[in-house]
């Protein structure tokens, strides 16, 4: 089962502390390219009409975070083994 909008990126910070975000651009409207890549910590949108990019520790556009929308986090929650994944 898909979850998000174009899937979602978990990063686990510690044992007990995990951050998630959606991996579509929120800059522009999903479509065939807007599910970002990764490469460390950074989150890019491969679509050729921008170059959208992310850190997932914040969320937040890493060359305009005042202008561009932040990634939609959701609540991360370590459940024993498990890490559930909620909006």
Request: glycine share 6%; proline share 8%; aromatic share 8%.
């Amino acid at each position: 089962m898909p979850q998000g909008i174009k899937g979602i990126v978990v990063y686990c910070v510690s044992d007990s502390y995990y951050l998630a975000f959606d991996l579509t651009d929120p800059n522009h409207v999903p479509n065939g390219c807007s599910r970002m890549e990764l490469e460390g910590i950074i989150a890019s949108c491969p679509c050729t009409t921008d170059e959208n990019k992310y850190n997932i520790l914040t969320g937040q556009h890493t060359t305009e975070p005042d202008i561009k929308y932040p990634m939609q986090p959701y609540r991360a929650e370590r459940v024993g083994n498990s890490v559930i994944i909620s909006n």
